[in-house]
């Protein structure tokens, strides 16, 4: 594993970790910096990475906080605060 996909996953950790503490900010932070580590190396995000972080705002997501969760025919649907919807198979 690279360097960079190790920080990528550390910043997954912080970032989860801040947003259960409720440090909104501070874990869309770390969100930014791990999308641009990741556009740097020309790496992919990890899929548990990409399922709770908004494309739009970079928030990431906890489910029942600031992010709705429903499923629908064929997919799951997560709304977050800001409006943006993201559509994942199951």
């Excluded at 440090?23 to 990741?38: F, L, Q, S």
């Excluded at 899929?47 to 992010?67: I, Q, T």
């Amino acid at each position: 594993m690279t360097v960079a996909a190790e920080r990528i996953e550390r910043l997954h950790d912080l970032a989860r970790a801040a947003a259960r503490d409720g440090e909104d900010d501070r874990a869309r932070r770390y969100v930014r910096r791990a999308r641009r580590i990741a556009e740097r190396n020309r790496l992919s995000l990890p899929e548990r990475f990409k399922r709770f972080s908004c494309d739009a705002c970079d928030a990431y997501l906890v489910p029942g906080r600031n992010a709705r969760v429903r499923t629908r025919s064929g997919h799951v649907v997560v709304a977050c605060d800001c409006g943006e919807l993201a559509r994942h198979p199951y």
